[in-house]
Each structure stands twice: as C-alpha cells, then as structure tokens.
C-alpha cells in the first residue's frame, strides 16, 4: 500500500503528514515557516520536515513514495515553481519548489497552491466528497479559492485561477470610494469581506481599537450582545456603541461574502459549495447574513445549490496536498 | 469526410448550415423562429430546415451525418431537454429538443446552450483558436458567457454554468438602490452593462425617447458627437444634453462590462478573452473604456492577457453547434 508525505505550507507555519491511499493521517509534524530567510533556507527547513516523516513512517513499515506540497503564492504546478508570492514570506518568488526539494529528500514532488490544496482535500474526503464539481471558498485573512472539477482543482492558464477575492462588491465602496484591496486594484471583495477588513470596518463605525484590537475582538463584542439578546450576559466592558459597530461590521463583511459567493455560484453553477476559512467557523452571527446574501442572488435553477461549511479543518490541505502524488 | 448540420436556434431566428469536418459552412438556411407557438412546432419548423439542408447536401454529394444545436435557454446538454426558456420562445421549457428533432429528421442530434455554442465556435476556428482555455463574453440584449476548456464549454452541474451576467456590479446601484434584473434579482452586472440598460441609463440621464428610441439611438447620438470632435458633421438634429446623456451612459455601460470582465478574468485565468454581441462590434466609443475599466482590475500576473472581438459573427454557434457531432 502507498504513502506519501501532503505538505502545507503557509506564511506562518508549514504542516506535513503521513497520508495513506484512503486519506488518512497517520503522523505529522509542524514547524514555523522561515518567512523571512529566503527560499532555499525554507526549502532547508520542508525537507527536514519531510524527512523525518519519512523516517517515522519507515520505523513504521511504511515506505513513503512521493511528496505533494500546498504552497502559498502563485505556484506554477507544471514547472513546479513559485510565480509569485506575498511579502508574508520573503524571497519564495522565484524558488524552484518541486526541483529543490525533490533533491533534498529524493522523492517525487508535485505542488499546487494551498487554496487548491485545500480544496482538493475537501472535494477527496470532506465537505464536497462524492462530488463531481465543486466551489471552495475561504474567508479568513483573504478571500480566496479553488474551483475543483471531476477531481481537479482548476489552475487558469498562469496558474492564477480561483482568485475569486478580486472582483468588484458594491459593498467594497465608502462614500462613493472603492476600499483598496491587497491586490493594489480597488473596491474588490476581498476588500469587505475578508477578516482584516472586518475589523476595519469596525473601526470606520466608530469602534474603538482599544475595545477589540483584531477581528476576533470583534466577533467576540459582537457576539456578546448577540448572547445578550438570547439572556446571556454580555461581554464585560463592551460599550453600546462598540457591540452596534462590531454587529454592523460582521453583518457588513457577511452580505458581501454571500454576494459574492451568490454571483459566483450563477457564473460556475458547482454541485456543491464548501465554504471554509477563520470566518466560516465563526458561528451564526456572520453565517446567516452570508446564506441569506447568497440565495438573494441565485437564478431560479440554482436555488437549491447546497452551501456547506468545510469539514477537514487545518487537514483539507495536508491530504489535498497528498492527493496530487496519488493518483 | 463528414458533413454535418449546425443549428442556431435563437429567440427571434434560427439559422443552420451545412458544416463540414474543417469548419466550412457550405450551405445555409435561416427561418423564423415560431417563438408564440410552442415546442413542438418549433421543432417541427427546425426539422424542415434541416432535412432541406440535408437534401441539399445530398443533391451536391455530400452525406450528413448528424446535427449539433446550439439553442437559447438552459438547456440539458446530457439529457437533451430544454431546462428552461425565457417568454422570448413561448412553450420552449420542458421540450425534449433531441429526441424530438432526432425522430423527425432521423439523424443523431446534439445540442447545448446558444451562447456555449457560439463559444465553441470562437474557441474552434475564430479569436480563441488554438488555445487550451477561453472565456467568451456576449454583450447585447442580455450579457452571457461561456467559459472553454480543452476544448469543451463548461455547461455546469445544472448547465447553468456560464450565466456571467448575473453577478453584482457597483455600477449597478442607483442612487443607494440596485437596478432591478430581467432574472428577478437586483444589482446585477446584465442590469447596467447590456443594451437596453444603456439605453434605459440614457433616459435616466435626461435623454429623450423620441431621440433615441433603442439603444442603436444612442449609439448614434454619442457617436454623432464623437465624429464632431474629429472634425466630421454632429447627428443631426441630436440635442447638446441628449449627446452628453447618449455618452455617459454608453460609458456607464463599457465600464460596468469592462470590470466585471476584469473580475472574471481574476477568477479564471483563461488563456484569451473573446467579447462578442452588439456592443463590442459597436465601435471605439463602447470599447475603449471597456478594456480600460478591464485592465484596472487585473492582478498583477495578468496583465498581458489578450481580450480580443469575436470574428465570426452569426456563424459562431453554427459551426460549435455542429463542432458537437463533428468530435
């Protein structure tokens, strides 16, 4: 029976396992990601990783024969290389991924980006199993995600594919002014909906920073007055004005995710809809707005299309990962 | 070699040649559509045509072999039925459009969605020719799209898939209200970008109906000012405020496209860009700030995808009609 090592790698941290044939995590380990060291020290540090796994599953009696690695940035998945990558990890433009570390642990790699890892792993054994298309959607620090068919996560022509926080919200404009995103462009969902600009909303209407420092401190004020409303007390120290900024906030950020999900799903018409991320699993508060946004969207055809929340936690993208070196 | 019949099934006409294995139209035929009475005399009408083509063909020599249809509405590509039609074609929903056309001609049929068919044609033999991915995007009296891949339009699981004109668009938004949309939906980008909505923004604009009564009328006007700059006569009888009226919403209109094609783009990273309909045929004044407003919104690693207009005009849909049975 085979196993191989599924890599995640992200701008914080890099998580590895042992996966077998049917999807199961057998060891794994994680390491801080040396986001500010260049790619070969990271390259260094993957293959550490990957070997001493591969050591463990030996002392198991498992030969492992192949590595799928889920990286961040733009990742060239024929070439194996990294076409772009944020300032979140330094000098990983440009490394050769799949040939570097291939020499280092002398094992066949292949990669893809950690979106499309992820989605792949929820369309092999999560939320979107037994499916023969489906739309993955992750809410958290960005916007982004993977659009997974007949069990291949689609990739775009430069490998840009599934880039679905770039694209315009009405909701993404103040004042008749589009919000910069992250991308450099303006007004897109990213800017609305992702969790950082949940907290800045929060701040726009007039919650303090010292009240909720990030956009947890935010779902937590909101929260508060939520249990409040249901009998339970509300969080201590919260100001009025700050639960009604915090509740504006989440409301705000969760119509923008479930438009834009809606136009999505109109444009794609997937079987099924994962969506995942920090977001997601952050309860009712921010889930209901966002289904109700998403079904006001919908054609009539369309308005049965199961919304489901992601299943495999921080896992999706280790056995997605493994899946590429399965087949 | 093999000849077969492509059919262009539209609201108002359909049209059908005979189309051989290169992607010739030899021969060709085009008839009302009999859209206020029913399916089956619709098929009825359809099948005259294209038993006459055959006939035709066969007076020449040349043996049909199949027929391809490329019909309006949303259409089951596997079980050959008509999902859904608008009022355009009264009685089309529901009709089992293959095993209808198939019985009456005795020929084996294959039939998809119009606007996919023309897609196909496009991807096949005309602007996207020779690439592995393509996104075609028709603005006229609707806005619709079809995204192709290795070779096939992606129909989506309820072949719905492609309906790129149903999603939200901040130029859709009018004094704090969303535009209502022909799909019963409010906000979306059909609701400013297609044709009747640029002529709709141009009564809005203080523009007169008796000036311009469809949106050809305000092409006409805001061009007419447009050759005036250039030195050449204005449209006669066209009033200052009807011209400033006619261009700013022939610019509403090109932006509101151009973004959304820009967001698509984000999200699908196809190899080329292909824009079709009345609009992009409609001259410099529509285009220029479409492919502007396009441009503005790409990430980075797209900045050199080329956008180009379809060429081949009403043949598109026969020949990807026909491209279906030529496999």
């Given at each position: 029976m085979t196993h191989v090592i599924g890599v995640d790698l992200g701008g914080t941290k890099t998580a590895a396992g042992v996966v077998s044939e049917s999807g199961e995590v057998l060891m794994s380990g994680t390491i801080p990601t040396l986001n500010r060291t260049g790619g070969?020290?990271?390259?260094?540090?993957?293959?550490?990783?990957?070997?001493?796994?591969?050591?463990?599953?030996?002392?198991?009696?498992?030969?492992?024969?192949?590595?799928?690695?889920?990286?961040?940035?733009?990742?060239?998945?024929?070439?194996?290389?990294?076409?772009?990558a944020t300032d979140a990890i330094l000098g990983w433009t440009g490394t050769k991924l799949v040939a570097g570390l291939s020499a280092r642990v002398g094992l066949p790699v292949r990669t893809v980006n950690d979106v499309h890892a992820h989605a792949l792993g929820e369309a092999w054994l999560g939320a979107a199993a037994g499916t023969d298309s489906s739309l993955m959607v992750a809410f958290g620090t960005g916007v982004g995600g993977s659009f997974v068919l007949n069990g291949s996560p689609f990739l775009g022509h430069r490998f840009v594919g599934g880039h679905v926080g770039h694209f315009a919200s009405p909701y993404a404009v103040v004042d008749g002014n589009p919000l910069p995103c992250v991308c450099g462009g303006f007004g897109h969902v990213e800017a609305v909906a992702s969790g950082?600009?949940?907290?800045?909303?929060?701040?726009?209407?007039?919650?303090?920073?010292?009240?909720?420092?990030?956009?947890?401190?935010?779902?937590?004020?909101?929260?508060?007055?939520?249990?409040?409303?249901?009998?339970?007390?509300?969080?201590?120290?919260?100001?009025?004005?700050?639960?009604?900024?915090?509740?504006?906030?989440?409301g705000l950020g969760?119509?923008?995710?479930?438009?834009?999900?809606?136009?999505?799903?109109?444009?794609?018409?997937?079987?099924?809809?994962?969506v995942s991320g920090g977001?997601?699993?952050?309860?009712?508060?921010?889930?209901?707005?966002?289904?109700?946004?998403l079904r006001q969207e919908l054609l009539a055809p369309l308005a049965s299309v199961p919304v489901v929340r992601a299943t495999l936690g921080n896992t999706a993208a280790i056995v997605g990962a493994a899946k590429l070196v399965l087949k």
């Open positions: 070969e020290a990271i390259l260094d540090a993957t293959a550490a990783l990957v070997s001493g796994l591969v050591e463990r599953a030996a002392d198991a009696g498992l030969t492992a024969s192949g590595v799928g690695v889920g990286s961040a940035g733009v990742i060239d998945a024929a070439a194996g290389t990294v076409v772009s950082p600009a949940i907290h800045a909303a929060y701040l726009r209407f007039g919650g303090l920073a010292s009240e909720a420092a990030d956009t947890r401190g935010v779902f937590a004020i909101a929260q508060g007055n939520h249990d409040a409303v249901s009998g339970v007390a509300a969080t201590a120290g919260a100001a009025p004005g700050a639960v009604v900024a915090a509740r504006a906030a989440v969760a119509k923008a995710a479930g438009q834009a999900l809606g136009g999505l799903i109109n444009i794609l018409d997937p079987e099924v809809v994962v977001l997601a699993d952050a309860g009712e508060l921010w889930w209901k707005p966002m289904e109700t946004a």
